[in-house]
């Protein structure tokens, strides 16, 4: 069974500081990764996908990396804004692949 | 083009009556995902349809069910409510490609609350 977990649980930052959120799974048998933000009482809005078979994806300000061998996936945010604070969930869709297990997420906090 | 639209937004429901969520995704899309999420226990995967059909089922009891139509607009049923079922019922829709499943774009969720 697919066990998403997400470090840390919570972050706060000032404003122009560069972060790292992690992710971590425990079957490396996946189909891809997907990074979300969710603004509270909201949908999810999706960020970054990024293939079994690719190491990153880029956009914008937001760089998601893969390491399918050793489980793990970094969301890295540079020159962070207040517009930045949301909670931020990976989500890992294995190769059944209709079914995508989602980390509980780590919830950002930029102050300016 | 138009994002996953999810409806009702809101919903008010008392124990044992039924509900039914609706989802329609993105045009093109033929594969729908449905999610419930509640603080305690984060995002769980109800189940997926494609071309109408059940391809992948979570862990839930078999008080929800759902369906897709020929238009690849989705249903879920909750029967007989409890007051656990309260949460936010996302659906996501992705688009199949050579390379198999797309990203998922969800709608803004149907917030469900049993009193």
């Known amino acids: 069974k697919q066990e998403v977990t997400q470090i840390p649980a919570a972050l706060s930052v000032p404003e122009g500081e560069n972060l790292v959120l992690n992710c971590s799974f425990t079957?490396?048998?996946?189909?891809?990764l997907q990074w979300f933000r969710q603004d509270p009482g909201k949908g999810l809005t999706s960020l970054l996908l990024?293939?079994?078979?690719?190491r990153e994806q880029t956009s914008g300000r937001l760089n998601a990396s893969l390491d399918k061998s050793s489980g793990r996936s970094t969301l890295y945010i540079a020159a962070s804004q207040p517009g930045d604070s949301a909670t931020y969930l990976c989500?890992?869709?294995?190769?059944?692949?209709?079914?995508?297990?989602f980390g509980d997420g780590t919830t950002l906090t930029v102050k300016p | 083009k138009a994002g996953v639209t999810q409806t009702p937004r809101y919903l008010i429901k008392t124990r044992g009556q039924q509900v039914t969520l609706s989802c329609s995704p993105i045009?093109?899309?033929?594969?729908v995902s449905w999610y419930q999420q509640t603080p305690g226990q984060g995002l769980q995967f109800l189940f997926e349809y494609f071309s109408e059909t059940q391809r992948n089922k979570g862990n839930f009891p078999g008080r929800f069910s759902g369906r897709q139509f020929s238009n690849s607009r989705s249903e879920m049923n909750v029967s007989t409510l409890e007051l656990g079922d309260s949460a936010l019922y996302l659906c996501?829709?992705?688009?199949?490609?050579?390379?198999?499943?797309?990203?998922?774009?969800f709608g803004p969720g149907t917030r469900l609350t049993v009193t």
């Open positions: 079957d490396s048998a996946i189909y891809n």
């Open positions: 990024i293939q079994s078979s690719q």
């Open positions: 045009s093109g899309h033929r594969s």
């Open positions: 989500a890992v869709r294995g190769t059944n692949a209709g079914k995508s297990t």
């Open positions: 996501a829709s992705s688009i199949y490609s050579g390379t198999g499943l797309g990203e998922q774009y």
